[in-house]
């Protein structure tokens, strides 16, 4: 048996980054950006004002204080957007100047409009303040050669806008890949169908593409696919010709009427392995022509714990992220837990966080069959190959696939 790190490894390397493309800045969120970006010129560009005031030289209003008001001349106005270098204020002088407008030459500080009074043509101040107060000195942001943002970021506000600031819009990015998400079974009908007897309602298409989307791929649904091998060839074919990636669940195991295997066979090559992982032991890699293929077994739970171990690094490195495991924290179970030895178990749990730190409560019964146990679920606790029990109170590593709505409790 293969362990997780080993075959997600295998994984990963199977896939490879999709071609980057240029995308305008106001459309790149959620994107991931293929080369690092140096900042052609510092920001701000220019010394301005971070308020609306008056800017004068300090040494000026140095006597201001203890009722002493000093009183300068206002000698121009300079407003956002002006170039603000046809004025100089000298000694004695001052301009009203507008928050982000450019500091006239000779001024070195911004006194707050609140904390004057002007009058005919003449400002009182009646404090003295700190050289360069109030103003934003160029570069005091980013300074030009710096890289601003790396290569393999998931572009959100904060870099697009920066992005936008720095003027290198557009930006080479990657898009997420199309994912073709493929279900056997012919239990299976759709959600919105009443089952038979001994039919079942479909849920992992529902669960895999919002996983797919959830990692930043874009999902491309097929239908269903009857239990015989011919059908499953021609569903495959189709999936592979119309995506980036094909994801199926089902089908996998050693059953009679499990056809995934031998119907990727015929179209590509495969690999099929046992991790030590528990649930969603049996893993198919392969090809289908050129498309990489992931085939997980068809048990709910473990669609979700084989996603997010092997489906959603690969959708990760295919569009270029820097990162392709989910981060982990350190949580304090609440109760104890057992297991046979031989297999890594993802134990799903619950997260509260307080002052003493993280604590993980496992969310009720742990089979591949309990989809319940997926609800209000925060992530997964490794319970690793070797231990058998864990005492409440121990350490538990903690996937973590979403944080807590709240931080009470
Ligand atoms: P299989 O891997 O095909 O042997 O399926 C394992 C279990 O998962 C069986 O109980 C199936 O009925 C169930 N199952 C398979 N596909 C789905 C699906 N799309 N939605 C819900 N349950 C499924
Ligand atoms: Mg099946």
Redesign the pocket.
């Known amino acids: 048996m293969l362990s997780v790190d080993e075959a997600r490894q295998r994984v990963v390397d199977s896939v490879q980054p999709l071609e980057p493309a240029d995308v305008v800045v106001g459309d790149a969120q959620g994107l991931v950006l293929a080369l690092d970006l140096v900042a052609p010129h510092s920001l701000p560009r220019f010394d301005n004002s971070a308020m609306d005031g008056y800017a004068l030289q300090a040494v000026d209003i140095a006597g201001a204080g203890d009722g002493t008001q000093i009183e300068l001349e206002v000698v121009a106005e300079v407003k956002a957007g002006a170039p603000g270098d046809d004025v100089t204020v000298a000694s004695g002088a001052a301009a009203r100047i507008m928050t982000g407008a450019p500091l006239p030459p000779g001024a070195d500080t911004v006194v707050p409009v609140e904390e004057t009074e002007e009058r005919d043509g003449r400002v009182l101040v009646a404090a003295a303040v700190p050289k360069g107060r109030h103003v934003r000195p160029a570069g005091d942001d980013v300074t030009a050669g710096e890289v601003i943002v790396r290569a393999g970021t998931e572009l959100g506000p904060g870099e697009m806008a920066l992005i936008a600031s720095m003027g290198l819009s557009p930006v080479p990015a990657r898009r997420g890949p199309k994912v073709a998400v493929m279900?056997?079974?012919d239990?299976?009908v759709a959600p919105e169908a009443t089952p038979a007897p001994g039919q079942?309602?479909?849920?992992?298409?529902v669960a895999l593409r919002a996983l797919v989307r959830e990692s930043g791929g874009e999902p491309v649904p097929t239908g269903y696919v009857e239990d015989t091998e011919a059908a499953v060839v021609e569903a495959l074919q189709r999936a592979a010709e119309t995506s980036e990636l094909v994801v199926s669940?089902?089908?996998?195991?050693v059953?009679r009427?499990?056809f995934v295997k031998p119907a990727v066979e015929k179209l590509g090559y495969i690999d099929l392995w046992r991790v030590a992982m528990q649930p969603g032991k049996p893993v198919v890699l392969g090809a289908i022509g050129d498309t990489p293929f992931l085939g997980l077994?068809?048990?709910?739970v473990?669609?979700h714990i084989g996603f997010e171990q092997f489906v959603r690094p690969a959708i990760r490195k295919m569009r270029g992220c820097s990162s392709l495991i989910r981060p982990t924290i350190t949580a304090v179970l609440t109760e104890a837990i057992t297991k046979p030895p031989g297999r890594l178990h993802f134990v799903r749990v619950r997260l509260a966080h307080n002052s003493a730190g993280w604590r993980a409560t496992p969310t009720g019964p742990q089979g591949s069959?309990i989809q319940s146990s997926l609800i209000h679920c925060h992530g997964v606790a490794r319970f690793a190959i070797e231990e058998t029990e864990l005492a409440a109170g121990s350490e538990v590593t903690v996937e973590v696939w979403r944080l807590p709505e709240s931080s009470e409790g």
Do not use: C, F, K, W
């Not at 079942?200 to 298409?205: F, G, H, L, P, Q």
């Not at 669940?249 to 195991?253: A, C, I, L, P, T």
């Open positions: 279900v056997t079974g239990e299976l079942i309602r479909d849920s992992n298409s669940s089902g089908g996998v195991s059953g009427y499990d077994p068809g048990n709910p473990s669609i069959h």
